[in-house]
C-alpha cells in the first residue's frame, strides 16, 4: 500500500489539520561489488516511506513511518495533528500552495529494474577481472542503481509525482602489495553506456606512473584537479550558498556592513554555475518536495516548480539559495535548491589536455576525501587527498607524490582557476553517497594550498 497514491489520498481524507502534506515515496536500490578482481555480492533492497506533516495555525507537527498498512494510518495522521501541540509556531508559515488536481501519471505503476540493469555491465566486469589478473592487479569495486519513485499530495490540491532513476559507479586498482593504488567514478545514466575497457586503462596507466615515487613538501602548488575533485569542493560551495545565512552575516557570501554579495564579481569572467532540473543527462525533481524547513527548503514551499537557476553568471554572484519565505523577507523571488550542479565551460580539453598544457610544476589530483569545514565565514575547508597525486613537470608525468592535507576554500579555489576543462558527468568521491548529478570539467587552479603531507594511503 505504501508509495502509492491511494495512501496519499486516504491521509488527507483523514486530516482535521488546518492543512496538511503527505509524501509517500517507493525506493529500490541494486547494487553489486566486487573485490580481488572477483564478484562477491549483488543483491537488491526496497524501502517504502510515508511522512504526514499537520499544520494547526502556525504549527508543525510531522510523523514518518516505514511500510505502514490501513490499520496503521489514521494512528499516523493523528500523531502527526498531537505532534503539533505545544510546538513554536513556525517562522517560515506561508499559505501553502495551490494545486490543480493529479499531475499526468499520478496513478502509475512503479516499474524498477533489479538487479537487471547490470545485465549490460557484468559481462564488461568479467573482461577486466580477467585482464587484471593476467596484470598483476587488483580491482575493487562497487555499482548502485537507485530507483525512487514520489507522489507529494496537499490538502490544497497539489497532486505530484516524480520519477528518478540514478547510478553510481566506482573502480579502484591496487598492485597486490596495495603500495599503489588508483581510482575512477562515474554516475552513468545507463550502466550499458559505461566503457569499463576504458576505465580498466585509465587505472592501469596511473598504477605505471605510481612507480615512481616522488616526495614533495607541503605548499602552495599549481594543481590540475580532476573532475571528481572540482565537483566535491564545488558541492560544498553550492550547500553554503545560503541567502538567509548571507544575509544574515553568517557566510562567505555575507557582504561587509550587511546584505549579500550578489552582484558582486567573484570569480573570473566566464565562469557559469547553474542547476537546472531539466538539464539533459542529469533531469532531477522538477518540484520541491521536502519532510522539513531548513534555510534551503520550506514544508511551506513542497510543489513549488523549478527551473534553472544562475548561481554564478559570468563570474558574477547571481542567485543564491532562497525559500518563498526568506524572498518575501528580501524582496526577491524565490530561487529553492535544485538537487544538480553544472560548471559550464567553453574549454575542450580533457585532464590528459590540461596537463599537456601546463608549464613548469603542477600536480594532478585525482580525488579528495574527509573534507570538513574550518571557518564558515571564509568557507576554508580542510582534507586529503587520496588514490593518486602526480607530479607534472613541462606537461608531462614525472611520477607519483605523497598524499598532502589541504586548505582550501572552494570560493578561492574558483578565483583561482585559470583554465577548466570539457564539462562532463561526473561523481564526487567524497559526496557521492548522496549527490551523483554534477557536470563539472577539470581545473587548473593556481596556489592551491597542499598545508601538510599526509600518511594516508
Known amino acids: 500500500m505504501s508509495g502509492r497514491p491511494e495512501i496519499v489520498e486516504q491521509a488527507l481524507a483523514l486530516s482535521k489539520a ?3 502534506i503527505v509524501i509517500a515515496s517507493d525506493t529500490s536500490t541494486a547494487n553489486a561489488r566486487w573485490a580481488n578482481s572477483t564478484a562477491t555480492t549483488n543483491g537488491v533492497t526496497t524501502s517504502n516511506h510515508l511522512q504526514v506533516v499537520s499544520v494547526v495555525g502556525r504549527r508543525v507537527g510531522s510523523v514518518g513511518v516505514t511500510n505502514p498498512t490501513p490499520d496503521t494510518l489514521e494512528s499516523v495522521v493523528r500523531r502527526s495533528e498531537a505532534a503539533c501541540e505545544g510546538r513554536p509556531e513556525a517562522e517560515d508559515a ?4 495551490p494545486g490543480g488536481g493529479p499531475a499526468a501519471g499520478w496513478d502509475d505503476g512503479v516499474d524498477a529494474p533489479g538487479v537487471a540493469v547490470f545485465a549490460g555491465l557484468a559481462p564488461s566486469l568479467g573482461d577486466i577481472f580477467g585482464r587484471s589478473r593476467s596484470d598483476g592487479i587488483a580491482l575493487f569495486g562497487y555499482a548502485e542503481h537507485t530507483s525512487t519513485t514520489t507522489w507529494l499530495g496537499t490538502s490544497t490540491g497539489v497532486r505530484l509525482r516524480d520519477e528518478r532513476r540514478q547510478g ?4 579502484n586498482a591496487k598492485t597486490p602489495d596495495f603500495a599503489r593504488s588508483a581510482w575512477v567514478g562515474s554516475a552513468p545514466a545507463s550502466f ?4 569499463v575497457a576504458s576505465l580498466y586503462d585509465h587505472l592501469r596507466g596511473r598504477l605505471d606512473w605510481a612507480a615512481t615515487p616522488v616526495d614533495m613538501p607541503a605548499g602552495h602548488y599549481d594543481v590540475v584537479l580532476e573532475p571528481s575533485a572540482a565537483a566535491d569542493m564545488l558541492y560544498f560551495l553550492y550547500m553554503s550558498a545560503g541567502r538567509r545565512e548571507a544575509d544574515e552575516g553568517r557566510s562567505v557570501f555575507s557582504r561587509p556592513g550587511g546584505g549579500s554579495r550578489i552582484g558582486e564579481q567573484l570569480f573570473p569572467a566566464g565562469v557559469q554555475l547553474y542547476s537546472d532540473p531539466a538539464e539533459p543527462g542529469l533531469e532531477v525533481t522538477p518540484f520541491v518536495v521536502t519532510a522539513a524547513s531548513s534555510s534551503y527548503a520550506s514544508l511551506f514551499d513542497n510543489g513549488l516548480p523549478l527551473g534553472r537557476t544562475d548561481w ?7 542567485n543564491l539559495i532562497s525559500t518563498r519565505h526568506w524572498a518575501a523577507r528580501s524582496g526577491d523571488e524565490a530561487t529553492p535548491y535544485v538537487d544538480n550542479l553544472v560548471l559550464d565551460s567553453p574549454g575542450t580539453a580533457g585532464v590528459d589536455g590540461l596537463v599537456a598544457a601546463t608549464t613548469g610544476r603542477a600536480l594532478l589530483v585525482t580525488c579528495f576525501w574527509y573534507i570538513r569545514e574550518v571557518d564558515p565565514q571564509t568557507l576554508l575547508l580542510t582534507g586529503l587527498t587520496r588514490d593518486g597525486v602526480y607530479l607534472v613537470e613541462d606537461g608531462e608525468v614525472r611520477g607519483a ?5 589541504f586548505n582550501m576554500s572552494p570560493v578561492d579555489m574558483l578565483a583561482q582557476t585559470v583554465e577548466m576543462g570539457a564539462t562532463g558527468l561526473t561523481l564526487p568521491r567524497e559526496f557521492g553517497d548522496y549527490f551523483q548529478t554534477a557536470r563539472v570539467p577539470a581545473l587548473r587552479v593556481e596556489r592551491f594550498n597542499m598545508s601538510s603531507v599526509s600518511a594516508a594511503t
Open 18 to 20: 488546518d492543512d496538511c
Open 94 to 97: 506561508m499559505p501553502l500552495l
Open 168 to 171: 553510481r559507479l566506482e573502480l
Open 192 to 195: 550499458g553506456e559505461v566503457d
Open 312 to 318: 554564478v553568471r559570468d563570474g558574477v554572484l547571481a
Open 401 to 405: 607524490v605523497n598524499n598532502f592535507r
